[in-house]
């Protein structure tokens, strides 16, 4: 089961920030948060990944409670090709048995002129 | 997305049939993961590979299922015997490293219908 919990949808207007909230409140001390997106039916896109600090790509910035119990992904401009599900995944750092990346039901954010 | 490459991207079997369906990581990717969609419905991991080797099968049906990442050539998911619900969207992710933070690329995925 997913580790994460996340708005159902949210909304946003073109040109806008997004702010996608993510909890995450039994994160361990070794888990990262990553984001990943879906649009449409095209495969999952990486978007980003935070340990403790907060983080910034060309896409978008993480930003991470001191407490590491929750997070927000950033899209600092929004277009509507950002019209996507975003998931919120914990996980541990190696690639082993047990680390796979267990995806949630994500939110629905719908960019809109 | 760019270097996962997926095929077929579209197959049509009909019940009992076998379904092949081959996944070539990125250049230098030596991880895969294989993940289900069915409609409507979210991803669901099925099974992380190396090469040669399965590491964690914990999301494959016990039965019709196979998975395997050879030395040399991609890597097939088998579905033996196809029902309707097997019917979903299957998507092969790779990833390049055995420590640290590995992110995942994904391709775009092989659409299984099962009349």
Known sequence: DAKTTQPTSMDCAEG???????????ISGNEYV?????????????IIHGLKNNETNEMASLIITEDRKSSTLILPHATLRDTAVYYCIVRGPFNQAGTALIFGKGTTLSVSS | NAGVMQNPRHLVRRRGQEARLRCSPMKGHSH??????LPEEGLKFMVYLQKENIIDESGMPKERFSAEFPKEGPSILRIQQVVRGDSAAYFCASSSQSRGTGELFFGEGSRLTVL
């Open chain 2, 32 to 37: 895969v993961y294989w993940y289900r969609q």
């Open chain 1, 16 to 26: 806008r920030a997004a702010n996608l909230p993510c909890n995450h409140s039994t």
């Open chain 1, 34 to 46: 990553y984001w990943y997106r879906q649009i449409h039916s095209q495969g999952p896109q990486y």
